[in-house]
């Protein structure tokens, strides 16, 4: 059972690319060094828009703020938009939780002036294996045909890692693999140890790329009878 759970958790970690791309310091802001981002990585992939993933929105979202001498970032506004609402919203409320080492002038920490880029990139590679995992874990067989799409789930991380409240956020075509692709992330659990989350959870997101050309299953690896060590009775 832990190596099943270890293997559903890699289908619903890091679907989606949402994090800090770019920073840089405004030329208004003279210091001595330079901020330094610090604390949880400055990611957004769990605060992707459920909205935004049903209508497979993607965009670079550059957002203006001040760090402050504590390292807090405050007065967020978007410089400019990834052309989504709901991606820009949701940027700004990824950036407000960031921490940084404040820069100094002088040696003594100082507000400064700074602009970050979110990139909000759905899918990718992992989509694929999202969906090979997912039908080797569940044991079906489903015939994959060129009708077939991208199931796109939605849900809820709560405190102690499950999963929780996962929702079809678009459908494949085929209720078999979408209905597979919902057990695959309840059975998940995501690594909360350096987290701190909610009572009520945070959102996240998967997808399954059935369309690309995978194997039904995924063939165990057996070793050949040389590679196969020898186990002491006693040890049995």
């Known amino acids: 059972m832990r190596a099943h759970l270890a293997i559903i958790c890699s289908l619903v970690c890091g679907s989606a690319i949402a994090g800090e791309k770019l920073d840089t310091l405004s030329a208004t ?25 049903q209508a497979h ?3 670079t979202a550059t957002l203006a703020f001040t760090i402050t001498a504590t390292g807090t970032v405050r007065d967020i ?35 400064t002036s700074w602009i970050a880029n979110v990139d909000w990139k759905l899918g990718g590679p992992n989509g694929a294996r999202n969906a090979q995992r997912c039908l080797a874990a569940q044991k079906i067989s489903i015939p994959i045909t060129p009708d077939i799409g991208v199931t796109r789930i939605t849900y809820r991380v709560m405190p102690d890692g499950q999963i929780k ?7 494949s075509g085929n209720k078999g693999l979408d209905d597979a692709a919902i057990n695959c992330a309840v ?49 049995i």
């Open 29 to 53: 802001a003279p210091v001595d060094d330079r901020p330094v981002s610090i604390g949880q990585p400055h990611t957004c992939a769990d605060a992707y828009p459920p909205a935004a993933v």
């Open 165 to 171: 409240d996962a929702k079809l956020a678009d459908s």
């Open 57 to 59: 929105a993607e965009g």
């Open 187 to 235: 059975l998940g659990r995501f690594d909360v140890s350096e987290l701190t989350i909610p009572d009520g959870g945070i959102p996240g997101h998967s997808e399954f790329d059935w369309g690309r050309p995978l194997p039904v299953q995924i063939p165990p690896v057996v070793p050949s009878p040389s590679r196969i060590p020898s186990i002491p009775p006693d040890k």
């Open 77 to 111: 506004k978007v410089e400019k938009s990834s052309g989504n609402k709901d991606l820009d919203d949701a940027a700004v409320g990824c950036a407000s939780h960031w921490l940084y080492r404040p820069a100094t002038k002088d040696s003594i920490p100082v507000e």
